[in-house]
């Protein structure tokens, strides 16, 4: 069952924030957000596996809701460097090496 | 640094035509995963394989499609025979039994006229 993804697309003006959703209908194991820019391949840019958990590097970060059924990427005070398609990968099965389903993706497209 | 590599990088073929894709997983990786991304289906799993043992290929089309691992460095994608279709970035991944995190090649993009 494919974690749902919201909003599908954004456009900001280069400083303002965002906020990236990904739900699931049922308890996740992680959650994984990658980073793809346009011709290349998704990069990984974090995990999170504990319920309540918040994470991040330099101005990106992320949340996995008491739940875990919703995880949130925040952008702060976002570059151009930051535009490009956001996805979150999800596991429901315990341990590791197991498959990720991933989200429809995030457009996002930061303007000067 | 390590990073999974993937040969070819770009692939152009006629209808019919057999097509392989290599990628070498980072060292020391045991898990492999093959995605195909397209604009309308986006990022699909077509098979992944743990230690060099199949786990999953319910994604891909059987009757053309096949994946195979002949030692610990090399994961191998065949279409035969391609078609229009199969039009695509084909990415491999790789990543280590402790964890579920992937980290995917450059990709091969696949045009089949």
């Known amino acids: 069952q494919q974690p749902v993804q919201s909003p599908q697309a954004v456009i900001l003006r280069e400083g303002e924030d965002a906020v990236i959703n990904c739900s699931s209908s049922k308890a996740l194991y992680s959650v994984h957000w990658y980073r793809q820019k346009h011709g290349e391949a998704p990069i990984f840019l974090m995990i999170?596996?504990?319920?309540?958990e918040q994470k991040g590097h330099d101005k990106i970060s992320a949340s996995f809701n008491e739940k875990k059924q919703q995880s949130s990427l925040y952008l702060t005070a976002s570059q151009l460097s930051y535009s490009g398609t956001y996805f979150c990968?999800?596991?429901?099965?315990?341990?590791?090496?197991?498959?990720?389903?991933f989200g429809t993706g995030t457009q996002l497209k930061v303007e000067l | 640094d390590a990073r999974v590599t993937q040969t070819p990088r770009h692939k152009v073929t006629e209808m019919g035509q057999e097509v392989t894709m290599r990628c070498q997983p980072i060292l020391g990786h045991n898990t492999v995963f093959w995605y195909r991304q397209t604009m309308m289906q986006g990022l699909e799993l077509l098979a992944y394989?743990?230690?060099?043992?199949?786990?999953?290929d319910s994604g891909m089309p059987k009757d053309r499609f096949s994946a195979e691992m002949p030692d610990a460095t090399l994961a191998t994608l065949k279409i035969q025979p391609s078609e229009p279709r199969d039009s695509a970035v084909y990415f491999c991944?790789?990543?280590?039994?402790?964890?579920?995190?992937?980290?995917f090649g450059p990709g091969t993009r696949l045009t089949v006229l």
């Open positions: 999170l596996l504990k319920g309540g």
């Open positions: 990968g999800t596991s429901w099965v315990t341990g590791g090496g197991n498959k990720l389903t």
């Open positions: 991944a790789s990543g280590w039994a402790g964890t579920d995190t992937q980290y």
């Open positions: 394989f743990r230690n060099r043992a199949p786990l999953d």
